[in-house]
T-cell receptor, first 113, second 114 residues
Framework: DGGITQSPKYLFRKEGQNVTLSCEQN?????MYWYRQDPGQGLRLIYY???????QKGDIAEGYSVSREKKESFPLTVTSAQKNPTAFYLC????????????FGPGTRLTVT | AQKVTQAQTEISVVEKEDVTLDCVYE???????LFWYKQPPSGELVFLIR??????QNEISGRYSWNFQKSTSSFNFTITASQVVDSAVYFC???????????FGKGITLSVRP
């Protein structure tokens, strides 16, 4: 079964701790994305990667970091510098960067107290 | 700059009613793609449709249909004979040639009551 997996589904952390969210895809897609969703809001792009070993900042990259060492994996680290990290985080991938449709994982709900 | 406006925030209908979700977009590019996604309570976004700017033909897929009108910069989504399983948040999104990033609207929460 091809798809995108994100783990864990729910994550709780104390303020001041870094936390890494996992995203894996077996669709053989080149491009991968991280979005943040807040209640009543659309999705906002945090980082994206057009191809392995490359990534670019999205609209709200401050306080986040990523890596793309393998084609199938695109982990997101929420650092202590992120002022308001509690949110729903969605990972997505598309066959190519550009205007291809993106396919999404189930999301990780992060709560920082 | 590109923008997607979904003016309706919440819609509630009774099962079997038809419902139309509105989407208005803004872009100066002549080449662009429009998308609709469904987000059920589980949270995962499900891709529904992609339409390019050069194809204004309306599309029908089962109970779903889409009406693309460049003259009004709209890409509306109609669900015919709605069902409880259609209850979800629906997002319209835009991607342009100059800026391939997806820009999402704020979403419309659709509740279908039995």
């Amino acid at each position: 079964d091809g798809g995108i997996t994100q783990s864990p589904k729910y994550l709780f952390r104390k303020e001041g701790q870094n936390v890494t969210l996992s995203c894996e895809q077996n669709l053989n897609h080149d491009a991968m994305y991280w979005y943040r969703q807040d209640p009543g809001q659309g999705l906002r792009l945090i980082y994206y990667s057009q191809i392995v070993n490359d990534f670019q900042k999205g609209d709200i990259a401050e306080g986040y970091s990523v890596s793309r060492e393998k084609k199938e994996s695109f982990p997101l680290t929420v650092t202590s510098a992120q002022k308001n990290p509690t949110a729903f985080y969605l990972c997505a991938s598309s066959a190519m960067w550009g205007m291809d449709e993106q396919y999404f994982g189930p999301g990780t709900r992060l709560t920082v107290t | 700059a590109q923008k997607v406006t979904q003016a309706q925030t919440e819609i509630s209908v009774v099962e079997k009613e038809d419902v139309t979700l509105d989407c208005v977009y803004e872009t100066r590019d002549t080449t662009y793609y429009l998308f609709w996604y469904k987000q059920p309570p589980s949270g995962e976004l499900v891709f529904l449709i992609r339409r390019n700017s050069f194809d204004e033909q309306n599309e029908i897929s089962g109970r779903y249909s889409w009406n693309f009108q460049k003259s009004t910069s709209s890409f509306n989504f109609t669900i015919t004979a709605s069902q409880v399983v259609d209850s979800a948040v629906y997002f319209c999104a835009l991607s342009t040639g100059a800026n391939s990033k997806l820009t999402f609207g704020k979403g419309i929460t659709l509740s279908v009551r039995p």
